[in-house]
């Protein structure tokens, strides 16, 4: 195998990204910073709810479409889970199962409409971003749902709300990156392992010939837009562990993160090619270029330009790739 055949792979081009990433890192180490455990143990905390709204954006893009929603779906699930415990004394895991069927419903909303009236995913999405952040200040009442608010001092917030941001392996790992770990693992068995992930990848590459060959492409798409309701209901009960509240505006534009980040993979816009190993990488990616720029103190503006630079570099490259 030659360099250029090794270079069209994305595969390849995703751990590239990665290294220049870490070579940066090395240059910029602010003083050492970047070469400690407990600043890549941060950023892995840091990037869990984003990884694992990626992780269901996956098999959405793999089939050629985008999900807006996620954000607010977060939003709501964390209003929710933090409401159901705080205020209504919810066993915690009975609230984690109820907020995720809530997400699991909310996006399948999104996806059989999509896929019973062959509407643009875009337009679908984006009104359902509106409708599940409305929902969420709905059922907080415009403010954030905290143990203050309910009369009681924060360690009476216990469960759920407390516990998910605790370490594992003393203190190794946070339990909300072991979860997104945990998620990135179960899409892939999804997509590589299971009858449903053959069928994304069809629906992606061609929906006419995947219908034709048999494959339920209505259902395929309810399916994907479902899993990431789900994994984005999970990202909302994580982000109301770390913020020990819920709050009705957080996960403003989240779903463009976790969009970059499967795009920097190198999972194709167009659908059909990728995987949620790739998204992992441009988890990696995103993430230590964000705290590369933190530590070396880069207003978060310059961040945010940088950050859409990239994008739209990865855009331009697939692009060309597959024109």
Known sequence: MNLRELWDRPLARA???VALVGVLGCCFHADGAFFRWPTHRDMLRQVAVYGLLACGMTPVILTAGIDLAVGSIVAVSAVAAAKLIIFGGVDPVLAAGVVSLGGLALGGLSGAVIAKFRVQPFVVTLAMMVLARGLAKQLSGGQKVTAYAAGLSPTEATGLLTGLDTRLLGDQLATVTAIMIACAIFTWVLLRRTRLGRHIYAVGGNPEAARLAGVPVGWTIFWVYAYCGLCAAIAGLCQAAQETQGDPDTAM???????????????????????????????LTIGWLQKILSLNAVPEASRLMATGVILIGAILFQRRKHA
């Open 15 to 17: 751990w590239m990204a």
């Open 253 to 283: 534009g989240y779903e463009l993160d976790a969009i970059a980040m499967v795009v920097i993979g190198g999972t194709s816009l167009m659908g059909g090619r990728g995987g949620v190993g790739l998204t992992v990488l441009g988890v």
